[in-house]
RNA sequence: UCCAGCGUAGCUCAGUCGGUAGAGCAGGCGGCUGUUAACCGCCGGGUCCCUGGUUCGAGUCCAGGCGCUGGAGCCA
């Protein structure tokens, strides 16, 4: 029987396998904090009630002993709303001497270390529980829009916005480097089937050292045929308000355990606030920011205008000067790209960046020129402006970034189960 | 790569003015019939990150190194 299910059944003899998450008691009584991975359920031991073998093995169970146990579910006299077990029978079925996550406080270096155990604790297990049904909600948000699903490979022959970023391996005699986008897949799957996505992990080398940033994170990258920029950023909208209602909706017990504040969540719904890169510069100016149009925005200047909005913001048009090669030029100001980045709010900073691709074949072939790239390399990404290049756009949504927004996490590091980082390749 | 902080028991930390090492948790033993990171008593447990320097004497001060953490840049 599983943990999760015990409620509804008062009354009942059940049989649990499970660890022992933590373990209190008395001379006479002992109390069994059993975990599943589907809850935690306290099993209450009593010297009279049961055999001596019994006795003796809750007296020395220890903590994250896998054990069997089993007895009658009855309410939990202190707590109304939980049960607990009241044992006639427990076995360990396999010992654990001396877990090295106590109780106590620890601090990050060391539980991570320890992350393949520390996964076993009721705050990493909601994180992942939240992890999980954003997930769900992306996959049916594009499923049941008409989007396919695309896979991207992982091995790409170059790189799409310079190798400094790239991790680089040794590919059968050859270079190959660890996609750091599926977009320009996308753009070749897009005009295939329309309205597309994939959905996997992404590696970037930077040497980032930020509570924002992972070497190898998941992202997802939706993109569609006759797509402008306005329609692009509605679609970042609509995903990130179903997503946002999906974790109301089926992760309340997961956000109440972290402490989460759910008021902000609550206000995540469309219509997002839209300004342009320049009216950003204005909201920096009037908060007494000595900004000036052709800078990017650093984290610092994101959260400043992202604090003026209840919801999170999207900031589009910003200067093509800075901007990847294959972004669309405004028409009616060629100093500007036609993308978009989308900040979360309370801090969490950009989550999607996306926009609308140059479609022009000799437009593309120039800023391919201008940006030094080899342009035998994208001979075939040419050819999609060849054979009836057509509007187009898409984003990339970063999954760790939004679970921790979600989550209300101060790091990313907690919102992937194994991270991998400037400073971290095990476990 | 740059800037800042930290490094003491298995873990989290304290350690005053430079005088020779301390608490809680974890582990062991004992006590307690309703505990909630249970509690109470006792016990064992140290390469004070490393190297060098100053000093009668360094966990403490100085220099260099290593490691970790946070931030910047870059980005999702």
Known sequence: ????????????????????????????????????GTGVVQCTVAQADVPDATWQAAAEVTQESALEVEGEVRAHPRRASEVELGVTSLRVTAPSVEY????????????MDHRHLWLRSRRQHAILGVRHSIVRAIRDFFDTRGFTL???????????????????????????????SGQLYMEAAAAALGKVYCFGPTFRAEKSKTRRHLAEFWMVEPEVAFLDLDGDMQLAEDLLCAIV???????????????????????????????????????????????????????????????????????????????AFYMKRDPTAPELALCMDVLAPE?????????????????????IDAHHLPRAAFDWYLDLRRYGSFPHAGFGLGVERTVAWLCGLPHVRETIPFPRMLNRLAP
């Open 1 to 36: 029987m599983e943990i999760s299910k015990l409620a509804g059944l008062v009354g009942e003899r059940v049989r649990l396998t499970g660890w022992l998450y933590n373990k209190r008691g008395s001379k006479k009584l002992a109390f069994l904090e059993v975990r599943d």
């Open 100 to 111: 090295p996550i106590s109780p106590k406080e620890h601090g990050t270096d060391f539980l």
């Open 150 to 180: 695309v896979d991207a490979p992982i091995f790409t022959p170059n790189a799409c916005e310079g190798t400094s970023t790239l991790f680089e391996t040794e590919y059968h005699g050859d270079t190959a480097y660890l996609t750091q």
């Open 245 to 323: 209602a999906r974790v109301l909706d089926a992760r309340r017990t997961e956000l109440a355990l972290l402490e989460r504040d759910l008021a902000p969540l609550e206000r995540v719904q469309g219509p997002f606030p839209r300004i342009s890169y320049r009216q950003a510069i204005d909201v920096l100016r009037e908060a007494g920011h000595d900004a000036k149009f052709g800078d990017d925005l650093g984290a610092d200047e994101e959260t400043l205008v992202s604090q003026r909005f209840d919801r999170p913001v999207i900031v589009h048009r910003y200067p093509s000067e800075a901007k």
């Open 347 to 367: 801090g969490y900073g950009e989550i999607i960046g996306g926009g609308q691709r140059e479609d022009d074949l000799a437009a593309l072939e120039a800023r």
